[in-house]
C-alpha cells in the first residue's frame, strides 16, 4: 500500500489537526517537525508509540502536546482517506493465494497495520504479521524476518522475502531466505534480484501447491 499524497508519517491531515488546535503554525515550521520527526523515528530501534512520535513534531512546533490534541492526530479514520494498494496488489495476491502460496507481512509499522490492511481488502491474504512496534525491533534484526517465518511453519530455505528496500532483501538472503527487491521505478538494485512489479512474482511459483512439493 502507499500514502495518498505519498507522505507516510506523519498521516496527511496533521497539520490540518494541528492548526484547528495552533492556527499560528507556518508551513516552514511544519517541513522542520516534519523532518525532526523523520529522524526520530530512523535513530529509533523499533517503532516508537505513536504519541511518542507526535510528542517530537509538536516540540518542533513549539506547540503544547495536550492531550486533546495527541487524541485528535490518533484518532481513527477510514484508511481509504489517506492509504490506497498499488494496482497490481490485490489481482496479485488474490492469484498467489488461489496457488497455495501462504503470505505473512514484515514491516516497521505501527501496531494497527492489520486492521489497516483488512480495511483494504488485503488483510484476509496475511497468515501471520512481524510488527516492529510489536516486537520491539527493526528490520534488519533478524527477529523479524524469523517470526514471520515461524508462524507460517516454514523453513527460511522455503520463504521468499520482498522489499522495497534492497538491503533488506540482501539481509533476508544471508540469514538464508530467498529474497527479491521490488523496484516500481528507478534502477534495479545490482547487488539482489529484482522484480518490477508484484505480478512478476507469479513466475516464481507454479500454478499450485503440488507442483511446487513444498
Wanted: proline content about 9%; some cysteine; overall charge negative.
Amino acid at each position: 500500500m502507499r500514502p495518498i499524497g505519498g507522505r507516510w508519517n506523519p498521516r496527511a491531515d496533521f497539520e490540518e489537526t494541528v492548526l484547528a488546535h495552533a492556527p499560528s503554525v507556518s508551513p516552514r515550521q511544519f517541513a522542520a517537525a516534519i523532518a525532526a520527526g523523520d529522524h526520530f523515528l530512523a535513530a529509533s530501534a523499533s517503532t516508537p508509540g505513536r504519541d511518542d512520535y507526535h510528542r517530537v513534531l509538536l516540540r518542533h512546533l513549539g506547540v503544547d502536546p495536550a492531550p486533546r490534541l495527541l487524541a485528535d492526530l490518533r484518532r481513527d479514520v477510514p484508511p481509504s482517506a489517506f492509504l490506497e494498494t498499488y494496482p497490481d496488489v490485490e489481482e496479485t495476491l488474490v492469484e498467489l493465494s488461489r496457488r497455495g502460496v501462504r503470505m505473512a507481512v514484515v514491516s516497521d509499522a505501527w501496531p494497527n497495520l492489520p486492521d489497516l490492511h483488512a480495511a483494504l481488502g488485503i488483510g484476509r491474504f496475511f497468515e501471520a504479521y512481524a510488527v516492529s512496534a510489536v516486537l520491539g525491533c527493526n528490520k534488519p534484526d533478524p527477529r523479524m524476518y524469523h517470526h514471520a517465518s515461524t508462524a507460517l511453519g516454514v523453513p527460511p530455505g522455503q520463504c521468499l522475502f520482498v522489499d522495497d528496500d534492497p538491503e533488506l532483501v540482501a539481509a533476508a538472503i544471508g540469514l538464508g531466505y530467498a529474497g527479491r527487491a521490488l523496484r516500481r521505478t528507478g534502477p534495479a538494485a545490482s547487488a539482489v534480484p529484482c522484480v518490477g512489479s508484484l505480478t512478476q512474482l507469479l513466475d516464481l511459483f507454479p500454478g499450485d501447491a503440488s507442483e511446487r512439493g513444498r
